[in-house]
């Protein structure tokens, strides 16, 4: 490490120190575990004031230009103040789909105005995002979509469903996918629209879930007419932006996996300690130990594999096919991770609430059951094996 990064990590960690609220130290579950603001949001006393110091450096975007509100960082000075947040085991400041997936989209592909008017309201988590992609005949084969925009002077006339929108209820705008040349190969005529959910003729409607919590939503849109300066990249290209998206929304999935490793390994032995009745110090047993081992090991080939790509990804680049890596192997290490959880924590693990189950049971049956979306959000595994086939071994389709 270098004697300037050296310096900005002592710099940063006093500067956390100093302004750190107390309330929300430790409290730092994963990576996007955090404040997801919006003009509905309601932020805490603390989160309120973690926000507004982390805006003032320009941390909540730490390597995002300073003229739209970040802190113009380099990776390695990014991930330095990432290791100082999590040594005091901070929750993200703001989190979001604007932040992760849609900011670093405009940055490349935006114009000026749209970066004017986009970025620093994702930057102070003003603004809240969905994601418009998926269609009922559109998930894996998502070029097949149909909601259509036709333009009709300075405007695009929108109309269509989304579904699978998460949040949509909770948020303030939603990018799109939206065909604007049905006579075009489907790849070819689809177009990247940024569309205020509050505009006449958008609706959407929550889908309920057995789980009884749910982020999905479906949205239509009867003939809504959006600004044509809402149009991200020119008229037809928009397929181009949305792999770039997709690129940024499995890096995001990988690295919040990733990112919760530490807390994995300290679970999955509190769990096998409590099942098995084992004190703090003593041995587990042997089978325990060997399967926690394995997934321990994994977890850290991974975070190296996170960081290997990390450091090869050139600055501001788009990510490439190594997305769908992290975003399948991750998917994959989730799920064997609270797997185990399950197997070591047994009847404990299957409640839903209340006594007699404790705080940690609850959480891993959750989180057991949420595990299985992993493999489907941000594209299936099946969908990033053949990404991985096809782009990265360079096999036949
Ligand atoms: C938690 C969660 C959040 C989501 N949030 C959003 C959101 O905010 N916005 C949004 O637009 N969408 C969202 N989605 C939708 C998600 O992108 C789709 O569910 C996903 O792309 C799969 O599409 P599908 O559900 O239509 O399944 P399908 O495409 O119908 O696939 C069904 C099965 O067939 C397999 N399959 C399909 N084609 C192939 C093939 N060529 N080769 C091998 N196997 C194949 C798939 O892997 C899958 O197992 C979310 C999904 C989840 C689970």
């Not at 149009?231 to 919040?256: C, Q, S």
Request: proline share 5%; hydrophobic share 40%; net charge negative.
């Amino acid at each position: 490490m270098t004697a300037a990064l050296e310096a900005f990590r002592t710099e940063v960690r006093g500067w956390l120190e100093a302004n750190a609220p107390h309330g929300l130290r430790g409290t730092r579950m994963g990576r996007f575990d955090g404040y997801w603001g919006g003009r509905r949001g309601k932020p805490t006393a603390d989160e309120a004031v973690w926000l507004e110091r982390m805006l003032s450096r320009g941390f909540t975007a730490p390597m995002w230009p300073k003229e739209y509100g970040g802190a113009g960082l380099s990776k390695d000075e990014a991930l330095v103040l990432d290791q100082e947040l999590i040594r005091l085991a901070m929750p993200p400041a703001a989190v979001g789909f604007g932040l992760t997936m849609l900011g670093p989209t405009l940055l490349h592909f935006g114009n000026a105005e749209q970066k004017a008017e986009h970025l620093p309201a994702i930057v102070d988590n003003r603004v809240r995002w969905s994601q418009g992609y998926s269609e009922p005949g559109a998930g894996s084969d998502l070029a097949s979509l149909q909601m259509k925009a036709v333009q009709e002077g300075d405007e695009f006339v929108v109309t269509g469903q989304k579904i699978w929108t998460s949040h949509a209820d909770k948020s303030d705008w939603i990018f799109c996918l939206v065909r604007t040349d049905p006579s075009a190969k489907k790849q070819q005529g689809i177009s990247f629209l940024l569309i205020d959910l509050q505009s006449r003729g958008v609706s959407s409607r929550p889908i309920s879930l057995i789980s009884g919590s749910s982020p999905f939503c479906e949205v239509f849109m009867d003939e809504v007419r959006v600004p044509a300066r809402n149009l991200v990249g020119k008229l037809n290209e928009g397929w181009t932006i949305a792999k770039a998206l997709l690129g940024f929304e499995r890096t995001m999935i990988g690295d919040a996996i990733g990112g919760q490793m530490a807390q994995a390994e300290s679970l999955l032995l509190a769990s096998a300690r409590e099942q098995y009745g084992v004190a703090e110090g003593e041995p587990l047993d042997a089978l325990s130990r060997d399967a926690i081992a394995r997934i321990a090991m994994d977890e850290r080939a991974f975070g190296l594999v996170r960081e290997r790509i990390r450091q090869t990804t050139e600055s501001g680049k788009t990510p490439g096919p190594e997305s769908s890596i992290t975003k399948a192997y991750g998917a994959d290490l989730k799920q064997r991770r609270y797997e185990l959880a399950m197997r070591l924590l047994g009847p404990e693990a299957v409640g839903w609430e209340g006594a007699p189950f404790d705080q940690t049971g609850l959480d891993t049956g959750r989180e057991w059951l949420r595990a299985r979306a992993n493999s489907i959000e941000g594209g299936s595994s099946e969908i990033q094996l053949n990404v991985i086939a096809q782009h990265v071994l360079g096999l036949p389709k």
